[in-house]
């Protein structure tokens, strides 16, 4: 398949409402964190073995490299709907904010076979994913599994996922989908029984446990999500991030919070020295607690990194999620050795920046502009596209940026008249607004140095960040 069997419709792509504005903003507005604790999530900076990355979780691992992205030719749009492709008839089931903000499942009458999408697979999935994504709707996504049933379940052969083998046979397809439906449910129902009765998300999480009928189940089994951070996810969607603990409305920051900490227990030696105690004991998540105050209130002390790096290790090993594993084998090896800059995937690909709709471009700018160098400054630009005619009016005001479009404004600082694909090759960094005007491929009239001045408040995200150090 390539781009022409597309344009000459040889080729169908369909997906759920609003998928393309959903996975290009999910990789865009949060692309660079997301991507780099996904690197931890995955383990894509482990060695591979017994003592490193053994799987993601889910599959075996993620790839590395550019994202492509084909954009489709044809949605599904509402439950019931038939989609037939070569003659095969698809019957659609929608299922938006159960695994991704834009998800389908389908039916084929034809060979009694079930797509249940990544909502119904052979482990306990993410509510919360740990490499950030939006919250996950357990509820929602119970009722979808439900609803499955109730349409396809009396005749349903052969059932299968986007990630996982099939399940073969009427009676193991329905119990599958049953088993899949109570788990999320429960995790959901549940936290919000105990938050109502006054739990805070760390207690629900440390004291919920599955059922014995659905812990005993290989597919509900924490693999990949965690009842643990799952629980904690199902608060967060329904209560926010704070707990209602005022202690826990504004507490410090990391450095802040260790020095202080590491000060009141009596030294970062007399930490390390009980913290070491305590490690021999095996109380290893009481370990990491504690001496990660000593490590961010001092990057540079090695023994408090060895000794958090040792219980990073115990703690991965004893990890039966792949994510969790490879989150605490990865930070343990960062303390060792520093951040180690390895291929990723580039979530900002050229076929992402192409499907981004303009105003997401706009909406990514705004994450991009530096409030501090901003403050005080005032911009206005007229951009028209002239190959999409579209027209917007993009201001700088307040430290935040706004636009408007089908608008314009005489006065504005500086007007540019391009195309998109032009403005693709900006956005991609193959070329400059100003090589653009040399070329011909842009206009540019007003104030040059506004535009200038605009792009020097815009920040470039560094992917290697530390995570596990100040």
Known sequence: MNQADIDAGKVKIIAPEDFTKAAVGENIIAGNAMSRRASYMYGNLLPRGPMGQVDGGLGK?????????????????????KITID???????????????????FYIPKYKAFCAAEDACHTLHNLYTLRGAKVRDGLLWSKYLQQAIDMFGDETEVLFTSHHWPTWGNDRVVSHLKSQRDLFRFLHDQVMRMANSGMTPKEIGEVIRLPEGLATTWACRSYYGTVYHDAVAQYN??????????ANLHQLPPTEAGTRYVDFMGGADNVLRMAKESYDKGDYRWVAEVVNHVVFADANNVAAKQLLADTYEQLGYQSESGPWRNFYLTGARELREGVTELPVPNTASPDTIKAMPIDMFFDFLGVRLNGDRAAGKTISINMELTDTNEKYLVGVENSAIHYSKDKSMPSADVSIVT???????????????????????????GDPKKLSEFVGLLDNFNFWFNIVTA
Do not use: Y
């Open 87 to 105: 003659g095969i008839e698809l019957q659609v089931l929608m299922a938006p904010e159960s695994e991704a903000p834009s998800e389908f499942m």
């Open 237 to 246: 969607l329904r209560l926010g991030f704070f707990d209602g603990v005022p």
């Open 61 to 81: 691992t993620t790839s590395t490299g550019q994202i492509g992205l084909a954009l489709p030719t044809d949605w599904a749009t509402e439950t019931g709907q």
């Open 419 to 445: 195309t998109r694909e032009s403005l693709n090759d900006v956005m991609l960094g193959i070329s400059t607004m100003e090589k653009q005007v040399v070329e011909g491929k842009a206009k540019l009239t």
